[in-house]
């Protein structure tokens, strides 16, 4: 499957997130980059490429507001391992 480089980005974020305790678990959309590797991106193009990953499967997101989250796949993290 083909990431863009902004993709990676966002992956590496979440795989290396301060909050997740377990690769997958899901993370507050707002402290994306809250990460030993941040992703760099904010406001508009973080959610572009966050809708982008997710239409690939490698995330998933849900809830609303301050209470919407993402997660890795199972499929999303191999990718950012690679």
Known sequence: MNVTTNEMKVLRALITNFYSSSEGEPTWSDVINDASEPSG???????GVCGS?????LVTTGGEGR????????????????
């Open 53 to 57: 990953l997710a239409t690939k499967g």
């Open 41 to 47: 991106l904010k406001g508009k193009a973080l959610a």
């Open 67 to 82: 209470d919407s989250y993402i997660a890795l796949t199972a499929a999303g993290c191999e990718v950012a391992k690679a």
